[in-house]
């Protein structure tokens, strides 16, 4: 099946720092996925990003189907941006989540 | 446009007894999906449904779990005699249709004392 990598793991920044995200994937895949889960558990939608770049606001993400990578760009980071970011990707009908990277955003 | 929807938040069983979870999906999206996520890890596929039919159950255990979305109705995710594994977030995705942008509920939280 489809692996998903993503690097750092864990990631510590003072807030009005850049970050980029990456998220690896070993297969091509018809769709890709960030999400933020925040610290009291929900995932909240980021980008639904099969290929090229979209911005909203301070993020924007970047995915490059053809080398299977996509990277999230997060500038400006504030407190409320801390959590984890998940990378999925879909092969056949489900999401294939990756492990995550955990965004610890101090003031 | 409400959002997926999920209930219970958090649910407590005992060993041995059922769990009953619940997913409403977003007005006009007929696929439904279950991921469960452990302490500290990522988000694991379980089921695919749409209307009165399970797609795909590849992610399901084979024993005690079972999932279905009637005609009228929410989509169940049923666990039978609870074990303290599976304690963990359960959230529930929905879609359109199959090749698009899941979106997630909020999850319920089960834990098995």
């Known amino acids: 099946g489809i692996q998903v990598e993503q690097s750092p793991p864990d990631l510590i920044l003072q807030e009005g720092a850049n970050s980029t995200l990456r998220c690896n994937f070993s297969?091509?895949?018809?769709?890709l996925q960030w999400f933020h889960q925040n610290p009291w558990g929900q995932l909240i939608n980021l980008f639904y990003?099969?290929?090229g770049t979209k911005q909203n606001g301070r993020l924007s993400a970047t995915t490059v189907a053809t080398e299977r990578y996509s990277l999230l760009y997060i500038s400006s980071s504030q407190t409320t941006d801390s959590g984890v970011y998940f990378c999925?990707?879909?092969?056949?009908?489900?999401?294939?989540f990756g492990q995550g990277t955990r965004l610890t955003i101090n003031p | 446009n409400a959002g997926v929807m999920q209930n219970p938040r958090h649910l407590v069983r005992r060993r041995g007894q059922e769990a009953r979870l619940r997913c409403s999906p977003m007005?006009?999206?007929?696929?439904v999906y279950w991921y469960r996520q452990l302490p500290e890890e990522g988000l694991k596929f379980m089921v695919y449904?749409?209307?009165?039919?399970?797609?795909?159950e590849s992610g399901m255990p084979k024993e005690r779990f079972s999932a279905e979305f009637p005609k009228e109705g929410p989509s169940i995710l049923r666990i039978q005699q609870v074990v303290r594994g599976d304690s963990a977030a359960y959230f529930c995705?929905?879609?359109?249709?199959?090749?698009?942008?899941?979106?997630f509920g909020p999850g319920t939280r089960l834990t098995v004392t």
């Open positions: 990003i099969p290929s």
């Open positions: 449904l749409q209307k009165e039919n399970i797609i795909d």
């Open positions: 995705a929905s879609s359109p249709w199959a090749a698009y942008e899941q979106y």
């Open positions: 999925a990707v879909r092969g056949a009908q489900k999401l294939v």
């Open positions: 297969d091509s895949v018809n769709n």
């Open positions: 007005k006009g999206h007929s696929h």
